[in-house]
Nanobody
Framework: EVQLVESGGGLVQAGGSLRLSCVAS????????IGWFRQAPGKEREGVAC??????????ADSVKGRFTISSDNTNVKNTVYLQMNSLKFEDTAAYYC??????????????????????WGQGTQVTVSS
């Protein structure tokens, strides 16, 4: 059974940093796309960053480029994907989710018909940035 468990969210002042973790289990870590997404109340889900586990390539949304960094650690029994978030802004406030899908390369843009084609999603972790 595929499981994704996020952690690391919290309350932080604008300009601060947080690191989110997504512990993944139940599937082989190779050749997958793993992404971080966020959703604020009343807004659509937004792709933030993703990583392709086959080659480590990454993609970022324009809104977080230069501030967020996605990385993966697949050396342990439970593989982990991180999202380092620096220079946080009030508009980064949202519930953050990680998701995994069996495709390459990863993407943070939804398909116009199918939406985000990630098969499994975590429960999310809340990030609140105070202004």
């Amino acid at each position: 059974e595929v499981q994704l468990v996020e952690s690391g969210g919290g309350l932080v002042q604008a300009g601060g940093s947080l690191r989110l973790s997504c512990v993944a289990s139940g599937f082989t870590f190779d050749d997958y796309a793993i992404g971080w997404f966020r959703q604020a109340p009343g807004k659509e889900r937004e792709g933030v960053a993703c990583i392709s586990t086959s080659d480590g390539s990454t993609v970022y949304a324009d809104s977080v480029k230069g501030r967020f960094t996605i990385s993966s650690d697949n050396t342990n029994v439970k593989n982990t994907v991180y999202l380092q978030m620096n220079s946080l802004k009030f508009e980064d406030t949202a519930a953050y989710y990680c998701a995994v899908g069996p495709f390459f390369p990863c993407t943070v843009v939804p398909d116009t018909v199918l939406g985000y084609e990630y098969d499994y999603w975590g429960q999310g972790t809340q990030v609140t940035v105070s202004s």
